[in-house]
Structure formats: structure tokens, C-alpha cells
């Protein structure tokens, strides 16, 4: 089995900063794409913020210059460093990672359980 754990959400002010961070856990062979993702409510989820295994990141539009992802492969955990942050960044935020399991051939998609960011204007 495997398992994503994020953790790092809370209530901050506009312009404030938070740093979100999801472990990976369990039976891994090895991790291929991570991400983040964020769902306000009534809304779609959405993609963040990407990095590959070379370390190529990508971002939507609306977080460029503000958010940085990176990840350590060390330790299997990816981060999202989140910077001048709008009350429109309030959403619930999962991360996600590509993982191929010990003793299976395929790639699988995993998800943390999500992790709450609220932004006060």
C-alpha cells in the first residue's frame, strides 16, 4: 500500500506565506510526476503546480512568481512553497504523485487526503 500525507495548511493573511509539504509512504519502487492540486468549494479541482523525476516544474498561470514546488527524492516528499498569497488561493489543497509499487510494473496515481488553506483579506 501507499500513502500521501500532506500537511502545512492553516488561516493566514493576504500576503502571508505557508509551505505545504506531502509525504509518500509505503511499499515504493519508484516516483514519476508529483503535483499539487487545489478544489474551492462548488468547484472543479484543479491543477497547481507539477514537477517530473528530472525536475522540470510547471505552474497554471495564476500562482507564476508566487508558488515554488520542489520535491526530495530522499525522502519521497514533495513541497509547495506558497508566497503573497490572495484570498482566492482559499482552497483545499491534495497533492499527488505518479508511484510505481515494489514488485508491480504499472504506474498508479495516488492522493493525500487534503489539506486546508484559508487566505484573509
Known amino acids: 500500500q501507499v500513502q500521501l500525507v500532506e500537511s502545512g495548511g492553516g488561516l493566514v493573511q493576504a500576503g502571508g506565506s505557508l509551505t505545504l509539504s506531502c509525504a509518500a509512504s509505503g511499499r515504493i519502487f519508484s516516483i514519476n510526476d508529483m503535483g499539487w492540486y487545489r478544489q474551492a468549494p462548488g468547484k472543479q479541482r484543479n491543477m497547481v503546480a507539477s514537477i517530473t523525476s528530472d525536475g522540470t516544474t510547471n505552474y497554471v498561470d495564476s500562482v507564476k512568481g508566487r508558488f515554488t514546488i520542489s520535491r526530495d527524492d530522499t525522502k519521497n516528499t514533495v513541497h509547495l512553497q506558497m508566497n503573497s498569497l490572495k484570498p482566492e488561493d482559499t482552497a483545499a489543497y491534495y497533492c499527488?504523485?505518479?508511484?510505481?509499487?515494489?514488485?508491480?510494473?504499472?504506474?498508479?496515481?495516488?492522493w493525500g487526503q487534503g489539506t486546508q488553506v484559508t487566505v484573509s483579506s
Open positions: 499527488s504523485a505518479k508511484i510505481k509499487q515494489i514488485g508491480t510494473i504499472w504506474w498508479s496515481d495516488y
